[in-house]
């Protein structure tokens, strides 16, 4: 298991576009930071459903012969990362069922907490499963319906389901789009023409060259057909509770997320890092790539100078599955390397965006020593995570988070090898990624502070 924070997935879907497909590998392309271990996309030509999933990056599931062979002008991908169901293709989304008005695919970004409860109910009631992904129980609830259409079931069902998810599903002619109630995760709408675009960060709808449409907003979902968008409501809008962490770390960051530039936000929480937890030093530097904005948002604050001291080679797979704790630390040297000639003697702050196990906090700290550096400040742009996530992001247990096991920053830098070690507060993380700052936040930080924003169905 790595060491980061992992989003579970994206989804991407289009309605009426000769290039359905085409624009759908784009879009998923765009997404590939929220999944990489496998990819699918299900077209519909009006009247049957060509798909394709497999394991493995969007360029490895899909080559230009079976992107030809996925004919149709409405289509729904995804890119996974599994953090309910074994990393099987038999769990590669979008899922696809036969129903009693046809076909029927879904792709769903986010997790279910009521997933087992409506699981077991369903067992006794002689459903058989395919997969062992929450995303199926969407499906079975909607063979059980007693609503007769599609269209009048789905929204039935979303009041039944829990938790976090940002939904596309569509028969042979008909998509619908939904988002929860907290709208926990993000999902944008676009244009292109007269062709609607669904996508869950908008850096995927400026890879098709869809223009922004709006946010969709929670509880709301949207039918899509020959007759155009109707929307309505399958639940009143809770407090809203979209995740922060998409913010810090998950989203891309030339993405927008509900009207809030990501790039912009990071840089804000370096700014607030350096006004909370200032510290003497010759350089800051970043940890590729996502702490880079807020690294340059605590040099601009802080005044000291910014480099670059740590160079990424994108070309190296995830180190977590090495066998050996030799060969992990062999897999860091190679994904990150240090810039002796920029570190040799210096006095360094390291902007991060996050620790969660601390064991890569570690070697980086190592590697930075290594290179000559005098002094390391270790600088957090989040708070500490404290608490596992339940809403679609693959997070340590409670007992195997750093925070839990070691409460206090001094001995937590301690233990990483740093001279010093300090993390944003929760009111600085608010201050930046809040949209009004309302007294009542409208962000999810469970897992930094425990006040989840629903019922966990935990047993």
């Known amino acids: 298991m790595s060491s980061k924070l992992q989003e579970e997935c994206g989804v991407f879907g289009i309605f009426n576009h000769p290039k359905a497909a085409d624009l759908t590998y784009y879009g998923l392309h765009a997404l590939q930071h929220r999944g990489q271990e496998s990819a699918g996309i299900v077209v519909s030509d009006g009247e049957r459903f060509n798909y394709h999933r497999g394991m493995g990056l969007v360029t490895q599931v899909f080559t230009r012969d079976i992107l030809n062979q996925l004919n149709g002008t409405m289509a729904i991908g995804h890119v996974r990362y599994s953090t309910t169901g074994e990393s099987l293709v038999r769990n590669a989304q979008p899922l696809v069922f036969k129903y009693r008005e046809g076909d029927l695919a879904i792709a769903h970004n986010g997790n279910l907490v009521n997933a087992n409860f409506e699981r077991k109910i369903l067992h006794e009631q002689g459903s058989i499963f395919q997969t062992t992904t929450d995303t199926e129980i969407i499906a079975h609830l909607l063979a059980r319906s007693a609503k007769k259409h599609f269209e009048e079931a789905a929204p039935a069902v979303l009041q039944r389901i829990e938790g976090a998810f940002a939904l596309l599903m569509m028969t042979e002619k008909k998509m619908i789009i939904a988002l929860d109630p907290h709208g926990l995760r993000p999902l944008s709408l676009g244009k292109i023409g007269d062709s609607y675009v669904a996508a869950s960060e908008t850096c995927a709808l400026d890879a098709v060259d869809a223009r922004f449409w709006r946010d969709v907003e929670p509880g709301e979902w949207l039918l899509i057909d020959e007759n155009g968008v109707q929307t309505g409501r399958f639940a009143t809008q809770e407090k809203q509770s979209l995740c922060s962490f998409e913010f810090v770390y998950f989203a891309r960051a030339d993405s927008m997320i509900r009207g809030k530039s990501v790039l912009a936000t990071r840089k804000e929480l370096g700014q607030i890092l350096a006004e909370e937890h200032p510290v003497e030093a010759d350089i800051v530097i970043g940890v590729p790539e996502s702490s880079i904005p807020a690294a340059i948002g605590y040099a601009e604050q802080s005044g000291v100078p910014y480099e670059i001291g740590l160079i990424k080679n994108p070309y190296v797979g995830r180190s977590f599955i090495e066998p050996t704790q030799e060969l992990r630390e062999l897999a860091v040297r190679l994904k990150l390397s240090a810039v002796r000639d920029i570190l040799d003697g210096k006095r360094v702050v390291l902007v991060d965006d996050s620790i969660v196990r601390g064991t890569t906090s570690k070697r980086i700290v190592q590697l930075i020593r290594q290179a000559g550096a005098k002094e390391v400040h270790v600088r957090i742009s989040s708070p500490m995570v404290k608490n596992p ?44 990624v809040d949209v009004d700052m309302a007294e009542i936040p409208n962000r999810c930080i469970a897992c930094f502070n425990g006040a989840y924003p629903t019922q966990l169905y935990l047993k």
């Open 389 to 432: 996530c339940f809403y679609g992001v693959d997070m340590p247990t409670k007992e195997e988070l750093f925070a839990s096991k070691v409460e206090e920053e001094q001995a937590m830098g301690h233990l990483i090898g740093a001279d010093s070690l300090a993390f944003l507060s929760n009111e600085g993380l608010l201050k930046a």
